[in-house]
T-cell receptor, first 109, second 116 residues
Framework: DAKTTQPPSMDCAEGRAANLPCNHS???????VYWYRQIHSQGPQYIIH???NNETNEMASLIITEDRKSSTLILPHATLRDTAVYYC??????????FGKGTRLHILP | GAVVSQHPSWVICKSGTSVKIECRSL??????MFWYRQFPKQSLMLMAT?????????EQGVEKDKFLINHASLTLSTLTVTSAHPEDSSFYIC????????????FGDGTRLSIL
């Protein structure tokens, strides 16, 4: 299984861009990088995913390095509601998701 | 978009009772659903894979007689915590994959189980 490494916690000022890094140096060529977040006492929420190219949607942008060994999730204008644990996941097997410890993001007012 | 619904969202029971948690896929059919458990300040831990029409597949260390899983239809999986004790108190979350969708999993909002 490809594994990911994320910092345990990060702080970001409200209104600024939050950049969350993820290392996945053992990723295979056909594996996607997915990002989920979990707000306190809720189920995980899908954010974005990508294979090789950078991706953007209404929630965030995903920047994947050319060698695919790392990626960065960008929340362009963080708000207090973005306070959550963010999980970077490399898709393993057909359906299973094995969660790591994620990054606890604190948005500071 | 696709939605996964869990019921109940919160339950308190006496020690020794059995508790059933339902997980439904509301607008898609799911041949496979997953059950996770999460203790405070920890990550989600995969407990088992629920397969429609067949036996569930349990992760190592999860007692299959303790956590009974039934996936009788393409939209419903149930997790029954049998003879629950205080150490079974946790946050239980289910997920399901929409074969037509781009996400690997859609997650329910979880069930908080407290055993007194």
């Amino acid at each position: 299984d490809a594994k990911t490494t994320q910092p345990p916690s990060m702080d970001c000022a409200e209104g600024r861009a939050a950049n969350l890094p993820c290392n996945h140096s053992t990723i295979s060529g056909n594996e996607y990088v997915y990002w989920y977040r979990q707000i306190h006492s809720q189920g995980p929420q899908y954010i974005i995913h990508g294979l090789k190219n950078n991706e953007t949607n209404e929630m965030a942008s995903l920047i994947i390095t050319e060698d695919r060994k790392s990626s960065t999730l960008i929340l362009p204008h963080a708000t207090l509601r973005d306070t959550a644990v963010y999980y970077c996941i490399v898709r393993v097997e057909v359906d299973k998701i094995i969660f790591g410890k994620g990054t606890r993001l604190h948005i500071l007012p | 978009g696709a939605v996964v619904s869990q019921h109940p969202s919160w339950v308190i029971c006496k020690s020794g009772t059995s508790v059933k948690i339902e997980c439904r896929s509301l607008d898609f059919q799911a041949t496979t659903m997953f059950w996770y458990r999460q203790f405070p300040k920890q990550s989600l831990m995969l407990m088992a894979t629920s397969n429609e029409g067949s036996k569930a597949t349990y992760e190592q260390g999860v007692e299959k007689d303790k956590f009974l899983i039934n996936h009788a239809s393409l939209t419903l999986s149930t997790l029954t915590v049998t003879s629950a004790h205080p150490e079974d108190s946790s946050f239980y979350i289910c997920s399901a994959r929409d074969p037509q969708g781009g996400q690997p999993q859609h997650f329910g909002d979880g069930t908080r189980l407290s055993i007194l």
